[in-house]
């Protein structure tokens, strides 16, 4: 960390798009449990990332503060979950320390532009700029400085696609992002059905994302599971390169289960 990024934002976020330009995959995993211990354990695992989940959780926004300021300070890349996007919830979590910004169920094009105008400054966004904050350090290394390092090193944007169809085509949909992430239990669902069912349409819906990200130059990513060759097979995702494995909660679960016997 230097005087010019205080947190390590600006390096984490350089550190994961190199690895997902090259290749990776990174592997991390939802929080949706509060408090500092999960941030903590995360941090401690190995894990390339982290995302806090603002959908499918109890969590407030200032807990995720919190645990963004932690986990930036603990090294542990942080992006937060949206369901929507409120531009100015979404710039209070970047300026908190979150490395970027993952969106779900994206159906149109017109949700990643006003993702993309949430997370960059003017003239090509309209966040509001204020220096006032720990990724700013406060101010102390000026206004042109953290503008140039923003520009430098933006947000990640994550776009989850997870239904059948979308409002617009996926080439449309993936403009500007840096991931497009399968939601693969919403996609299940939202093409009718079971986890019995034969996987070949999901395996379907997958392809023609992978497709997308591909002639877009977008990295490919995905909820599993469990991190194992046969989970990313069902789901399509072998050649994810942004794996959300989980959640703590889940992983939780999973260990007790483990400890009195049960699978």
Same mark, same amino acid.
Request: glycine share 12%.
């Given at each position: ?86 531009? =100015?919830? #979404?710039? *209070?979590?970047?300026? $908190?320390?979150? +490395? ?6 994206? &159906?149109? /094009?017109? @949700? ?94 997958? =392809?023609? #994302?992978? *497709?997308?990200?591909? $002639?877009?130059? +977008? ?6 599971? &469990?991190? /194992?060759? @046969? ?33």
């Amino acid at each position: 960390m230097t005087a010019r990024d205080p947190l390590g934002t600006h390096r984490a976020r350089r550190r994961l798009r190199m690895a997902l330009r090259d290749g990776g995959p990174l592997v991390g995993t939802f929080l949706k449990l509060p408090g500092a211990d999960p941030v903590a354990l995360a941090a401690r695992s190995g894990l390339d990332f982290v995302v806090v989940d603002l959908e499918h959780s109890a969590l407030d926004e200032r807990t995720v503060t919190g645990q963004l300021r932690l986990a930036a300070t603990s090294g542990l890349p942080a992006l937060v979950r949206v369901p929507s996007v409120d531009p =100015g919830q #979404v710039n *209070r979590l970047l300026e $908190a320390g979150a +490395v970027g910004v993952q969106l779900s169920t994206v &159906r149109a /094009s017109a @949700e990643t532009r006003a993702l993309a105008d949430a997370v960059r400054y003017a003239p090509v966004g309209r966040r509001s700029i204020s220096l006032a904050h720990p990724v700013a350090g406060y101010g102390d290394g000026g206004l042109d400085a953290y503008l140039a390092a923003e520009a430098a090193d933006p947000p990640l944007l994550v776009a989850q696609i997870e239904t059948a169809t979308t409002d617009d085509p996926l080439s449309q949909l993936l403009a500007g992002v840096d991931v497009a992430f399968v939601g693969t239990t919403d996609l299940t669902v939202s093409l009718g059905l079971s986890a019995r069912d034969d996987p070949a349409p999901l395996l379907a819906r997958t =392809g023609e #994302v992978a *497709r997308a990200a591909g $002639a877009a130059g +977008v990295a490919l990513g995905g909820w599993v599971s &469990r991190h /194992s060759p @046969e989970a990313l097979a069902r789901y399509g995702l072998t050649d994810a390169r942004y794996l959300v494995v989980g959640s703590d909660l889940q992983l939780l679960g999973a260990g007790l289960r483990g400890l009195v016997g049960r699978s």
